[in-house]
């Protein structure tokens, strides 16, 4: 049977806006990793640090370890600010890690099992944490009648993932989250047999990557401009990356570039 060609959905910052949700899993990873009494510093408000630095979270853990900073006093997010944080910010965030003696898996672990908590115990509770973007379900239904295949590729759990899609009546035909591997290494396993007509991501850095990738530099890449950008993502896009604005994404595929 011959495929249909498959277009390509980030989750988080393209189709979901989860910042409370984001803020609340963070914030409950870290008490659970800390233990003690941090409601000093994590009041249940999402702190302008945390919603700056998150253009530059690639992984969930990561939000997890800004979370940390933000309690202890001495760290660089507290006393240069986030603005210079972000500047260094893989080497920030490597910092951290040392000093906390904490490894990524272990924190993405801890996250992934708050997650998984609140499902147990209150799943409408955690579903309400979460937005979608205006529109977009719709259109990539749309996409789907239109004879395309629709993957999600996120590097957040499958599990959760599979749970925000059916809350918001998304239709996928695939899905892989952070289980299945890096969203380069997932890319190239699905264009050995696949037409890619199109990735949509909010993380420029990624698409960027992408593009840099043999095999995998012929594939379309959209910037949605209405996701989590650092302020000058959307600027001087290289060839091969287009901004995809949500008016842009309500015409027909053609259209985009
Ligand atoms: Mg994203």
Redesign the pocket.
Known sequence: MKTKPLLIF?????IIDGMDEYWHSSRQACINLLGGELNNYLTNEIPEAFKYLRPWVQHGWEMVLITAELTRPESYLISEGWKKFAKHYSERCKEALEIWQWHPRQIQQVLDKVRTDQINKNLNAWLAKHECFSGIPDRINELQKEENDIAIL??KGAEFTGRLLKLFQIKSNLLYGHESGSKIDVLTQISQDRTILGFI???RA?LEKVLKTPGLNSIPCFL?SW??LKPNDSKNLPQGIYLLEQKTFTRPLANWN
């Open positions: 980030d989750l988080d910052g393209v996120t590097t991501e909010d993380r990624t949605a996701g989590y």
